[in-house]
């Protein structure tokens, strides 16, 4: 087993790093011995999670970078390059929704404003397709490497209010399977092309759909979640770690083009 999922001296990058998933899996990474590139648009947050690394004696770095920008991607891609030399992995975690692509009874489906929809798919959509180019080349040319990507339950089943994220999750998992076929075909059978799907995570970017703002208490929907989630409660960031080191380790080196559900059963329960 430790053959198997023994990743010391891989480099990885991470968007969306600086956040409370991916930063626990940035933190859960260095542990393991890999060596972390934070990529974050917030780069004090990224400096956050790589402060952290650095203080249980891990190796990391923190870059600011725009997902949605080739030119800010390549950037990075050289700093980690000169600081690194190589990147064996890449997990595309930036991604998340916006309050005003979200329908409610304030915002109806007909008002909801195509340029701020738009953002959200690009961010979701986009902010992986591009890492993918970026950093897939570099794979290409290495003849290996490792690429996990992020989707959702709103990409299994189109969930209620979040229209374009679910549309653009569901892009990213019809993606992942593409691009895990045209990596096999086109370069090398050694590079490999994944995703998880969390279920309820409480994060900044569904907290207002899940809790009560002024009270801290669930909301209908919330609640809805919780009895439709067998395990009855939100995943903890922690949850992701075995299965994120699987996928990125040799345990699944026979294993490419899939999306795991990481939901505490939510997506196998009928709801009776």
Known sequence: MEELIDLADKVVVITGGGGVLCGTMSKALAKA?????????DEKAAKKVVD???????AGIAVKCNVIERDSIEAALEKI?????????????????????????????????????????DLNFL??????????????????????NVSSMAALQ??????????????VTNFTQWLAVHMCQNYSKDIR??????????????????????????????????????MERFGKPEDLIGTVLWLVSDASKFVTGI????????????GV
């Open 33 to 41: 011995g890999v060596k972390v590139a934070v990529l974050d648009l």
């Open 52 to 58: 952290k690394v650095k203080s249980e004696g891990g």
């Open 81 to 121: 390059l000169a600081e690194f030399g190589k990147v064996d992995i890449l997990i595309n975690g930036a991604g998340g929704n916006r309050k005003e692509a979200t329908t409610s009874p304030e915002l109806s489906f007909f008002d909801l404003p195509a340029e701020v929809v738009r953002s959200v798919f």
């Open 127 to 148: 902010g992986t397709f591009l890492p993918c180019q970026v950093f897939g080349k570099v794979m290409a040319e290495a003849g290996s490497g490792v690429i996990l």
């Open 158 to 171: 189109p969930l209620t209010k979040v229209v374009g994220y679910s549309a653009a999750k569901a892009a």
């Open 193 to 230: 092309v994944n995703a998880i799907a969390p279920g309820f995570f409480l994060t900044e970017q569904n907290r207002f759909l899940l809790t009560d703002e002024k009270t801290g208490e669930l909301t209908e929907r919330g609640r809805i979640i919780i009895n439709h989630t067998p």
């Open 259 to 270: 999306v795991v559900p990481v939901d505490g059963g939510f997506s196998a329960f009928g």
